[in-house]
């Protein structure tokens, strides 16, 4: 059924489809909304079976999802930022655990200086933590990704984020077809966990587990990851035809045929660089992208068939490793290890700067032309940075940092539009 929903709605009617039992739930901007209209299908009856928990913490949310699923019973959460870094221990856990929890991320900032805009700090901070990583597109890719997510977390038990753009879709309105239930039924068979604990059948989950064999436990958790190279795509192919539209996969890409210049990147941002290619490819420019949509795990072979032919590759990060770059860029860099392609690093969009058409045209262009670095930052006010470097020359006691660039700007504080 074709519906005009706001994003976070439409995720939360995919969700419900896909019959979670625990859904456990603290706020934070800007997941709120799923959380928030899931509560209140709970309360009608619209989900039914399903226990809605208000906890106390971001960290309690992850705790009794654990809980839950360890229990036997399919398990929801939704985070963001700041929040999503108080539970960083149960994320962690989790994926150690082998427990296959779906968690949406509303992607946003991570302080300080405080911002409650889009970037993607918060789950490249967790990166590393053994969860899956799919990062959608537009809103009607997000509400697909989260049923495809269950499935595969529950054909693998390991748990999957699902990482959609604070904002930009978790706010936006957009027509999304909101799928048959029976359909979602037929996809997503009832949950069979692999693990469980059971009275009938005591085992114990969380073990301590010494140098011995720490290792193997930790390589077999990078095999699970591995393993979803190949399901992530098939399960995408079954939702393709099943829901008959393309969603989800490793990678997407778009106009690579003779591309000399290719754009990677992840997320929302990847409509606004389609825009910019058709624009520059009716001009002639020989320009293509590849969205990414497995960031974990890393499709390394899929990247570099995509990449190999290009004469150099941009990609463009909403997040930053503060002191080398982009996380984006590493893998991006191993899969065109040997190849000699020139790969440029983008920093934009941090704490929700605008990446407009007319930025990413004159920057492409700069990158045909090879006038960019390995690291460049989009739209950076250069005037703004080095007036703050001239002031911490002057004084030893320069101020804070953000409350100074404020200033600088002509304002005390940040407003909201």
């Known amino acids: 059924m074709l519906q005009q929903l706001e ?3 439409a995720i939360a009617q995919g969700i419900a489809l896909c019959k979670p039992e625990v859904v456990c739930a603290y706020p934070i901007t800007p997941q709120t909304h799923i959380v928030e209209a899931l509560a209140e299908m709970v309360r009608t009856g619209e989900l039914a079976n399903c ?17 839950a699923s360890a229990a036997g019973a399919r398990s929801y959460t939704a ?16 994926a150690g655990l082998g427990l296959p929890i779906v968690m949406t991320i509303g992607n946003r900032a991570i302080g300080a200086p405080i911002n409650i805009w889009n970037d993607h700090s918060d789950s490249m901070a967790m990166r590393d933590a053994g969860w899956i990583q799919l990062y959608a597109e537009t809103n009607q890719e997000a509400l697909d990704l989260h049923i495809q997510a269950f499935k595969l977390a529950e054909a693998l038990s390991c748990p999957v984020m699902v990482c959609v753009d604070g904002f930009i879709l978790t706010h936006a309105y957009e027509r999304i077809e909101i799928p048959d239930k029976r359909d979602v039924d037929a996809f997503l068979p009832p949950y069979d966990p692999v693990q469980v604990l059971d009275c009938n059948d005591p085992v114990s989950i969380g073990a301590m587990v010494g140098p011995e064999a720490f290792a193997e436990v930790k ?6 990851q591995l393993r979803a190279l190949e399901l992530i795509p098939e399960i995408a192919s ?4 099943r829901f008959k539209r393309d969603s989800g996969g490793l990678v997407k890409p778009y106009r690579l045929e003779d591309a000399e210049t290719i754009v990677v990147a992840l997320g929302s941002m990847n409509g606004t660089i389609k825009d910019v290619i ?18 974990r795990p890393f499709p390394l072979d899929e990247v570099r068939a995509a990449l190999v032919d290009a ?21 991006v860099r191993k899969s065109l290890s040997g190849t000699g392609i020139k790969g440029h690093t983008v920093i934009a969009g941090l704490g929700g700067r605008a990446i407009t058409r007319k930025s990413l045209m004159d920057l492409f262009v700069k990158a045909e032309k090879d006038e960019l670095e390995l690291l460049n930052f989009l739209d950076l006010d250069l005037d703004i940075v080095n007036g703050q470097l001239e002031r911490e020359k002057e004084t030893r006691r320069s101020g804070p940092v953000a409350e100074n ?12 539009a």
């Open 405 to 416: 660039v404020l200033k600088s700007i002509g304002t005390v504080a940040s407003r909201i």
């Open 238 to 241: 079954a939702f393709s035809a």
């Open 311 to 331: 004469k150099r590759i941009v990609i463009l990060e909403k997040s930053l490793s503060v002191g080398l770059g982009g996380p984006l860029s590493d893998g």
């Open 278 to 295: 058709d624009e520059m490819r009716n001009e002639g420019h020989a320009m293509g992208s590849l969205a990414i949509v497995s960031f």
């Open 7 to 9: 994003g976070s709605r």
């Open 219 to 224: 390589y077999l958790q990078h095999r699970k």
């Open 51 to 67: 226990e809605f928990i208000n906890v106390e913490s971001e960290f309690a949310a992850l705790s009794v999802a654990i809980g």
């Open 79 to 94: 985070t963001a930022s700041q929040g999503l870094l108080y539970m960083c221990e149960a994320v962690y856990n989790a």
